[in-house]
């Protein structure tokens, strides 16, 4: 077979492939409940399983350029890791994938963490009931529950 055909299958699978991801994608905030099926899905999350009395606190926003962050900040110290991105259908729930671009770490990050996100990597988002969601990482995972707005 030539190259050149080769080459065009590979493009055309390769677009096929972006091209069926908005399905189970979601990049704004009304795009993500739906894709939930929740549209009272809480956008605020306290962790209940640290160890040190410093719950991360999990917000999922939508900036101002339309993407969807993660924003992790550790109670009285600060920001953990702010990632951006699109939430996608996993094997197990959700996960927000990403590029080293794409996560910025705070002082609140330790140097395992960034050793182990700092090349990219993923979030998974489990729902554990109504009231409950994990959230985990290379290395790390959190239990954690609706927080209300300030």
């Known amino acids: 077979m030539p190259i050149k055909f080769l080459?065009?299958?590979?493009?055309?699978?390769?677009?096929?492939?972006?091209?069926?991801q908005p399905a189970?994608?979601?990049?704004?905030?009304?795009?993500?409940?739906?894709?939930?099926?929740?549209?009272?899905?809480?956008?605020?999350?306290?962790?209940t399983s640290m160890d040190d009395g410093k719950p991360l606190l999990v917000s999922i926003v939508e900036k101002n350029d339309g993407t969807v962050r993660l924003e992790f900040v550790k109670s009285r110290v600060g920001l953990w890791a702010e990632t951006s991105g699109v939430i996608c259908r996993a094997d197990k729930g959700f996960e927000i994938r990403f590029t080293p671009a794409q996560i910025q770490f705070g002082p609140a990050a330790s140097w395992a963490l960034r050793l182990a996100l700092g090349r990219g990597g993923r979030f998974t988002l489990q729902q554990r009931g109504p009231a409950q969601l994990q959230i985990a990482t290379t290395g790390w995972a959190g239990t954690f529950v609706p927080k209300a707005p300030p």
Not at 7 to 15: D, V
Not at 24 to 47: H, N, Y
């Open 7 to 20: 080459l065009l299958i590979a493009a055309l699978l390769s677009g096929a492939e972006l091209a069926a």
């Open 24 to 47: 189970d994608c979601a990049s704004s905030i009304p795009q993500v409940k739906a894709l939930l099926g929740d549209p009272d899905f809480p956008l605020r999350w306290e962790e």
